[in-house]
């Protein structure tokens, strides 16, 4: 399915992404890497041993991009402008390697641009869960959603 306008993104919608995911240790020792996040937590599995989880977490911000990226296709593929921004982000539960993530959204408001009439700013509230059904990440996205082309308009 390709991105949704902005009309189509009424407040109270809800998308079950039917895409998920399972996270490996290279995606978590890379993305660590890649971002100079030397946190031992995420690539040493000796020091991780001797936690209170007992083994190397996730990189939260991994888990994040994980998250909304799952969400894109259905929601905001090609119609997007961009982000304005994100808040209220939660990890309630740590992703370790092997977990597999599934993801949910719910538009939480929309409201029309001041500035460009042909776009409009929706509010996403995207949640995040693992294969044991326990809520790993949550977070609101503000999107600035490109409005549907006027000759296409119902």
């Not at 809800?14 to 290279?26: L, N, Y």
């Not at 294969?131 to 959603?145: H, S, Y």
């Amino acid at each position: 399915m390709a991105g949704l306008y902005f009309e189509d993104l009424i407040q109270e919608r809800e998308f079950d992404h039917p895409w998920s995911r399972t996270v490996t240790e290279m995606d978590n020792v890379l993305f660590s890497s890649l971002t100079l996040n030397v946190q031992p937590l995420h690539l040493d599995e000796h020091f991780s041993q001797n936690t209170e989880w007992g083994q190397r977490i996730v990189n939260s911000l991994f888990t994040l991009g994980l998250m909304i990226g799952m969400t894109v296709n259905d929601t905001t593929l090609g119609t997007t402008i961009g982000n304005l921004g994100m808040s209220d982000v939660r990890f309630p539960k740590p992703v370790f390697h092997g977990d597999t993530l599934k993801v949910r959204t719910r538009v939480v408001s929309r409201r029309e641009s001041k500035s460009r009439p042909d776009a409009g700013i929706v509010e996403f509230q995207h949640t995040a869960i693992n294969q044991r059904d326990e809520v790993v990440a949550t977070c609101t996205r503000q999107a600035f959603m490109r409005k549907r082309p006027a000759q296409v308009r119902a």
